[in-house]
């Protein structure tokens, strides 16, 4: 594999659509787009996996929930020994109104508890990552982010999957700097 592409979510119907679970969407939405399905179990997680622009692309959706994700996650980068920075992070961001997609090559877990595991595990924080803005929480915070997108919201969350998605297709194309520079609005392609 050259590439792993992990969104964060929550196992099972009741967090389906979820705020929370934004990771898992993107993931659903790259699958459908590649034309692959993200059903094998394996690395504690359920993988689909596709080539594209000469790449071998593992897509993954961890089970061990979202606090557990660097469990999954570690497993599948030590089994391919895909360095970091060739491992993508998609996640759901409460600093970001809802829609809002930015990505970035490297940094903290942001008090996002999904992301710090991953960076406990690794033992860095050099990976990229794809953040959804899910909107500011103006209750209590998990009530918030275990709720769904209300309908107004979910053309929003689409188009920043979407979004993201494409940023995926230009990272394998183009590398990521061409990749962050579509995402976080400097080059419209």
């Not at 008090?111 to 406990?120: L, R």
């Not at 899910?134 to 107004?152: A, R, T």
């Not at 920043?160 to 998605?165: F, G, L, R, S, V």
Request: charged fraction near 30%; glycine fraction near 10%.
């Amino acid at each position: 594999m050259d590439y792993i592409i992990a969104g964060l979510g929550n196992p099972g119907e009741r967090y389906t659509f979820t705020r929370h679970n934004a990771g898992f969407l993107a993931i659903d939405y790259l699958a459908q787009a590649f034309n692959t399905k993200v059903d094998k179990i394996k690395f504690k997680g359920l993988t689909g996996s596709f080539e594209y622009a000469d790449k071998k692309v593992l897509l993954l959706k961890p089970m061990t929930y979202m606090n557990s994700s660097g469990d999954s996650i570690v497993e599948a980068v030590n089994f391919y020994k895909v360095k970091p920075e060739k491992l993508i992070v998609i996640y759901d961001d409460i600093a970001f109104d809802v829609g809002v997609v930015k990505m970035r090559k490297k940094g903290s877990d942001g008090g996002h508890n999904g992301v710090k595991s991953i960076i406990q595990r690794l033992g860095t924080e050099e990976f990229p990552r794809i953040r959804i803005g899910i909107g500011v929480p103006k209750e209590d915070m998990v009530k918030y982010v275990l709720s769904e997108f209300e309908d107004y919201e979910k053309q929003k969350i689409f188009r920043a999957i979407e979004k993201a998605a494409q940023g995926i297709k230009i990272l394998l194309e183009s590398g990521i700097d061409r990749a962050m520079n579509y995402i976080n609005g400097d080059v419209v392609v």
